[in-house]
């Protein structure tokens, strides 16, 4: 699931990056597309990507780094109950 939503959040980005320089995207095919559409459209005016690249950069390395610290504490917590069930079955 969090591959999913972090798959739908860089792809929604994407295009509002691309529409950033100019380009006109794909229309919203799905309601939850046009639901993200209208909530990160909605009373934002963002920058021209030809002015202000590092915007987008950031942006889009924001929504990378939170994917993977929420990888990290998966991993961690799988990890974790792995060692406590093997000590709880092996008693």
């Not at 929604?12 to 691309?18: D, K, L, Q, R, Y």
């Not at 993200?36 to 889009?60: C, D, T």
């Not at 994917?67 to 990890?79: I, R, S």
Request: charged share 15%; hydrophobic share 50%.
């Amino acid at each position: 699931m969090v591959y999913d939503l972090s798959r739908w959040c860089i792809l929604n980005f994407v295009e509002i990056w691309g529409e950033a320089y100019g380009q006109v995207g794909a229309s919203s095919s799905t309601p939850m597309d046009w639901l993200f559409r209208s909530v990160a459209s909605n009373g934002i005016e963002w920058p021209n990507a030809l002015e202000h690249p590092l915007f987008y950069v950031g942006v889009y390395a924001m929504i990378r780094l939170g994917t993977a610290f929420v990888d990290v504490f998966l991993v961690f917590a799988k990890y974790t109950g792995s060692l406590r069930a093997s000590k709880t079955l092996f008693k």
